[in-house]
C-alpha cells in the first residue's frame, strides 16, 4: 500500500554532515506522521525523530536533539533528516518509518541506509 526507499547514507568524519531522504510511493495520502529510526550493531533499534505531516511537529530523541533537524516536503512525498556535528555514536543503519491516520503504530518501513561517522 505505501512503499518507503531512503537515500543520502554514506561515511564521514565525526563533526561532519550528512543529509538523509525518504520517499514515500503508494497510498500517501493515508499517511499522518513519518520519521527515522536507527539501529547499531549489537543493539536495540532506536527511536529518533518523527514529524507530523500536516502540522509539522516534531519529535527528537534527547541525543541528537540541535544536532539533526526532521523535515518534510508534503508535494514531494519526502522527509528529510539533517544531521550535523555527527559523532561515532551516530553510526548505524537509518530506517525510514511512516503511520497513518488513526495509530501511533509505524507499520509502512524502508530498506534502511546505513551511516558511518569515522574519525
Known amino acids: 500500500q505505501v512503499q518507503l526507499v531512503e537515500y543520502g547514507g554514506g561515511m564521514v568524519q565525526v563533526g561532519g554532515s550528512l543529509s538523509l531522504s525518504c520517499v514515500a510511493s503508494?497510498?500517501?495520502?493515508?499517511?499522518?506522521?513519518m520519521g527515522w529510526f536507527r539501529q547499531a550493531p549489537g543493539k536495540e533499534r532506536e527511536y529518533v525523530s518523527a514529524?507530523?505531516?500536516?502540522?509539522?511537529?516534531?519529535y527528537y530523541v534527547d541525543s541528537v536533539k540541535g544536532r539533526f533537524t526532521i523535515s518534510r516536503n508534503n508535494a514531494k512525498n519526502t522527509v528529510y533528516l539533517q544531521m550535523n556535528s555527527l559523532k561515532a555514536e551516530d553510526t548505524a543503519i537509518y530506517y525510514c518509518?511512516?503511520?497513518?491516520?488513526?495509530?501511533?503504530?509505524?507499520?509502512?518501513w524502508g530498506q534502511g541506509t546505513q551511516v558511518t561517522v569515522s574519525s
Open positions: 518509518a511512516a503511520d497513518r491516520y488513526g495509530g501511533n503504530v509505524f507499520d509502512y
Open positions: 503508494g497510498r500517501t495520502d493515508t499517511l499522518y506522521r
Open positions: 514529524i507530523n505531516l500536516g502540522l509539522g511537529n516534531t
